[in-house]
């Protein structure tokens, strides 16, 4: 295990410069049929839109990264140019991959030098508050190579095997201590270097970036994060997001 520290910007560094990268090339399968899920509408607006502005949110954040359905770049492209994003962040779109993982490598691919810090950030999860997003860099800044935004589980978890018919019924064969588990969400946060060889050499399919980096033997640390960073999988989820923006519509006043 390598050590997680590295200069911080304390210690006479420039603040290094964070790139966030956004993978919104899947289908959104159990969303149901549809356009692909990022570019689905939440109060008019696509999803994919929502998501970039959280990020765009911080004012650390200077250039996004979309990787857009493989054939649906040009489309992304006119929705950024047409939908009103701060003008001091940077952003660039290229088409993705067959799996998150391979999207998330085709984001980091056209990243361009000059970016230490990296965000990844699932176009489905459009709400996450600027204050998670914040939260994850600081860390970052403060030494950490990897960060992830997680969350207590409200219901016991347990360990099954496979069901022996499908939809049959699947034996429990354990229940791991609630207290030590956590939901994980996004934006993960990366020192981009460990990243990019996590990324090189992790072969596996896996569901996270941090899963990669665990699998260096490098340190992921958890920071809180936030119900409203919730993942936009199941038709249900729509409904959330809705009930989210009409109740921030409203306690902003319009
Ligand atoms: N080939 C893929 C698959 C997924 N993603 C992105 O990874 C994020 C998290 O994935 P998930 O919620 O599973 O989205 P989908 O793969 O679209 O959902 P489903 O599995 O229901 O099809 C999403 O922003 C999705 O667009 C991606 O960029 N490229
Ligand atoms: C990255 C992630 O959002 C962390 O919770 C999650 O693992 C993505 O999973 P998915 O099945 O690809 O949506």
Redesign the pocket.
Same mark, same amino acid.
Request: glycine fraction near 16%; proline fraction near 4%; avoid cysteine.
């Given at each position: 295990m390598s050590d997680v520290s590295r200069p911080s910007p304390a210690e006479g560094r420039t603040t290094p410069r964070t790139a966030a990268v956004i993978? $919104? *090339?899947?289908?959104?399968? /159990?969303?149901g049929p549809g356009a692909p &899920? *990022?570019l689905r509408t939440l109060n008019g607006t696509p999803m994919l839109i929502h998501a970039v502005r959280a990020l765009a949110a911080s004012r650390a954040v200077s250039l996004v990264v979309v990787?857009a359905p493989p054939d649906g770049a040009a489309e992304v492209k006119s929705l950024l140019d047409v939908h009103a994003l701060p003008e001091r962040t940077d952003f660039l779109v290229v088409p993705?991959? %067959?799996? /998150?993982q %391979?999207?998330v490598k085709l984001g980091l691919d056209a990243l361009p030098p000059e970016y230490d810090i990296v965000l990844v950030h699932? $176009? $489905?999860r459009p709400l996450v508050p600027v204050d998670t997003v914040d939260a994850v860099i600081d860390a970052v800044r403060e030494g950490a190579v990897a960060v992830v935004p997680a969350l207590p589980l409200a219901d016991t978890v347990k360990e099954v095997e496979p069901a022996a018919t499908p939809g049959g019924p699947e034996p429990v064969v354990a229940t791991p201590e609630r207290a030590r588990l956590r939901a994980v969400q996004t934006p993960q946060g990366f020192d981009r270097a460990t990243l990019v060889r996590a990324h090189e050499t992790v072969t596996d399919n896996v569901t996270d970036d941090a899963s990669m980096i665990e699998q260096l033997g490098e340190t992921v640390v958890a920071v809180p994060g936030h119900e409203e960073a919730f &993942?936009v999988?199941r038709p249900l989820d729509l409904v959330l997001a809705e009930a989210v923006l009409a109740r921030r519509r409203l306690n902003d006043g319009f």
């Open positions: 993978p $919104a *090339a899947g289908r959104g399968v /159990r969303l &899920k *990022a990787v993705g991959g %067959e799996s /998150r %391979e999207s699932d $176009a $489905a &993942k999988t």
